[in-house]
């Protein structure tokens, strides 16, 4: 069974650096796209930042700058630098992923609380 599992939230102060990780577990064929959504109370799910097996990545234009995706293939697990952190940027953080196995479906992590304090 395919997992997703999220490292690295926690508290910080608003100027301060936090680090994600998500690590895929069980198996499967490939991992064609991994993304970072946040959802903050009382607001929809939105996507912070993506990046496709190739490398390309993409971003919100509110972290632009800020915040750094990167993917380690070899281990499966794609990551969140965070830095300048705003109290704006207090969510949920959930990790996304398109994986292949008998078919291609979209899988989401359990999420991880960032929480920027001023």
């Known amino acids: 069974q395919v997992q997703l599992v999220e490292s690295g939230g926690g508290l910080v102060q608003a100027g301060g650096s936090l680090r994600l990780s998500c690590a895929t577990s069980?198996?499967?064929?490939?991992?064609?796209?991994m993304g970072w959504y946040r959802q903050a109370p009382g607001k929809q799910r939105e996507l912070v930042a993506g990046?496709?097996?190739?490398?390309?990545?993409n971003y919100a234009d509110s972290v632009k700058g800020r915040f750094t995706i990167s993917r380690d293939n070899a281990k499966n697990t794609v990551y969140l630098q965070m830095n300048s952190l705003k109290p704006e940027d207090t969510a949920v953080y959930y990790c996304?992923?398109?994986?292949?196995?008998?078919?291609?479906?979209?899988?989401w992590g359990q999420g991880t609380q960032v929480t920027v304090s001023s």
């Open positions: 990046i496709i097996s190739g490398g390309r990545t």
């Open positions: 996304n992923a398109v994986i292949a196995t008998m078919i291609t479906r979209n899988y």
């Open positions: 069980g198996s499967f064929f490939s991992i064609s796209y």
